[in-house]
């Protein structure tokens, strides 16, 4: 597949967003005066997969151990920088105000860091004229042409692997211990914003491995997954279908809600 792309400076991509952040780049954003969330999601791990299975690696990769009830289980964790309609940073001209210290995952847009993620024009906020043939080659034979960009998607992955003690570490100083099913939802966290940054301090300046894996509880808003989860050992609950938001967490679901 090839595919060229040009930044039409629409700032669609600028707006109603949740963008994963690195530990270094949550901690600026915070003391920027902006938020951050903390989205969880869940994954049952009752076995090993096989080390040919590159998809469930990578999920392990960025994930960590834990159990539910008596099932073993890994937990992903995202920080991500929330804001409703256009970016803090956005100016006027639609230009960005942090440009030089921007995320990584802005630097990165519109190319995907999850390997197994297929760039989709179609799936991104850029208009169709962004794409149109005959601009910067973006794409040769499905293969990233650009250096830089590859090696800014290394670097957001390895942060991804190396910040993973201190993402697990904030959940257990701030009492986080509730995640959706993976690939049914999330559950987003939205902690005061001085009781993040000092969780966040705390656990990058004095990181403490756990003695065991900590206990987790899925949250889903299907009857059926909370049944399954329930009979196999883990511990599990329906969040209403009426009301995502609870007093501690946001969920959002990907697939309709059942009872």
């Not at 519109?110 to 989709?120: D, K, R």
């Not at 301090?201 to 894996?213: G, I, K, N, Y």
Request: with cysteine; charged share 20%.
């Amino acid at each position: 597949m090839d595919i060229d792309f040009e930044c039409t400076m629409c700032g669609k991509c600028c707006h109603d967003l949740r963008l994963p952040l690195t530990v270094t780049e949550a901690l600026t954003w915070l003391e920027r005066g902006n938020d951050v969330q903390i989205i969880c999601e869940a994954l049952p791990w009752p076995e090993e997969p096989p080390a040919d299975n590159l998809p469930v690696a990578h999920k392990r990769r960025r994930s960590f151990a834990a159990m539910s009830g008596t099932l073993p289980t890994r937990i992903i964790v995202t920080l991500a920088a929330t804001h409703a309609g256009r970016c803090p940073n956005l100016q006027s001209d639609m230009r960005c105000g942090i440009y030089e210290q921007r995320p990584l995952v802005c630097r990165i847009y519109p190319a995907e860091i999850n390997p197994f993620i297929a760039l989709t024009p179609t799936h991104k906020a850029c208009p169709p004229e962004a794409w149109t043939p005959g601009l910067q080659p973006l794409l040769r034979a499905g293969k990233l042409v650009d250096a830089d960009t590859q090696a800014l998607i290394q670097r957001s992955r390895d942060a991804d692997a190396n910040d993973l003690p201190i993402r697990q570490q904030v959940c257990a100083l701030l009492g986080i211990d509730q995640a959706a099913v993976s690939n049914e939802g999330f559950v987003a966290y939205a902690p005061a914003r001085g009781d993040l940054l000092t969780a966040l301090r705390r656990a990058r300046d004095e990181p403490v491995a756990p003695a065991l894996p900590p206990t987790w509880h899925f949250v889903s808003n299907r009857q059926a997954t909370v049944d399954v989860l329930v009979s196999v050992g883990a511990l599990s609950s329906l969040v209403d279908a009426g009301h995502s938001r609870t007093a501690t967490f946001e969920y959002l679901g990907l697939l309709p809600a059942s009872h």
